[in-house]
């Protein structure tokens, strides 16, 4: 097996499982409250470049907010356009 068929395995069974954990959010009625979160200011490289990642494997903002909660859904949103504009 290629390397990239392994990477995109992986992506591709982390949105699997995103999607499971969000469907069970559902089902149980859990919500994720994200004013209380402890903010952090500045993004470290490794989680910007997992983040980015994740974007690119078609994780929804929330979908990646909820996996890194020390960030805000703006910051990530931050991320993603940057990302998107090439800036990154």
Do not use: F, W
């Not at 499982?17 to 089902?27: A, G, H, R, S, Y």
């Not at 960030?71 to 998107?84: F, R, W």
Request: proline fraction near 2%.
């Amino acid at each position: 097996m290629r390397s990239t068929d392994v990477a995109e395995a992986i992506a591709n069974a982390e949105k699997d499982i995103m999607d499971i954990l969000e469907d069970l959010k559902v089902t149980l009625g859990v919500t994720v409250s994200i004013k209380s979160r402890n903010l952090k200011s500045n993004i470290e490289p490794a989680h910007k470049a997992k983040i980015i990642r994740l974007c690119n494997s078609g994780y929804s903002t929330h979908q990646i907010a909820e996996r890194y909660p020390q960030y805000t859904v703006m910051q990530i949103s931050a991320i993603k356009a940057h990302n998107t504009m090439g800036t990154y």
